[in-house]
């Protein structure tokens, strides 16, 4: 089933001389529950195309489908509740908020919805993050490891049908690297989210059910991986 549907995306930043083409005419779908990686070196628009993705950020041309509904044919207030509920984002840098607690900082999308917390939802993924006894700490007494595990709960509280994940170990060591690859993995798995992870890593790539390179804004390559 296509889940996700991107027809002849386009992405242009600046005019004139300073125009710079991110995204030229990118065609894809990723089906529901898919595992898919993106790669590519810097500057070939990995971020942007996540980006557009998720809602954050808008196309110059194309169209986005999410389950069978045009992305950007949502008003401002539309688009703000499909990248609340819909999409679950994993930045590299942690984005934290240094005076929250664990919980606090998981819960904040739920809250900024205006939402009660799911206390089940919230006891299962501190769970499955291993941050049992860790609900009070503040950010700054965690390590790279735990904080990105956190940023992993927040994004996942929601149940979004979407996880968007941009170079989410690119701060870590390998075996933090692996343990937060596999977090994602058993949120694909269990709870049947479509997971779309950019990264360098080709060891990362290589567990994806499908590999897509991009460079210079375009797709060079579609590798099935696994089905």
């Known amino acids: 089933m296509k889940f996700i549907q991107v027809e002849d995306l386009c992405k242009v930043y600046g005019k004139g001389e300073n125009q710079v083409t991110a995204l030229d005419h990118v065609s894809f779908h990723v089906d529901k529950g898919e595992f898919v990686a993106i790669i590519g070196p810097s500057g070939s628009g990995k971020s942007t195309l996540l980006h557009i993705l998720g809602g954050v950020d808008i196309p110059s041309g194309g ?47 739920v809250l900024m919805d205006g939402r009660e917390v799911n206390q089940e939802r919230l006891r299962e993924i501190l769970s499955v993050l291993g941050l049992n006894g860790r609900e009070n700490h503040l950010p700054n007494q965690l390590s790279g490891g735990q904080q990105q595990r956190v940023s992993i709960g927040r994004a996942l509280i929601n149940a979004p049908s979407v996880v968007l994940a941009d170079e989410p170990t690119g701060n870590l060591d390998s075996k933090n690297s692996q343990e937060i690859v596999e977090l994602l993995k058993i949120s694909n798995r269990k709870y049947g989210q479509t997971l779309i992870v950019i990264t360098h890593d080709e060891n990362i790539a290589l567990q994806a059910d499908r590999i897509l390179a991009i460079e210079d804004g375009r797709i060079i390559r579609d590798e099935v991986i696994r089905r």
């Open 63 to 109: 169209k986005v489908y999410v389950d069978g509904n045009d992305v950007y044919a949502q008003n401002s207030e539309q688009l703000a509740v499909f990248r609340r509920r819909q999409v679950g984002l994993v930045y590299q840098f942690y984005n934290l908020i240094p005076v929250l607690n664990v919980t606090e900082n998981i819960t904040l999308p």
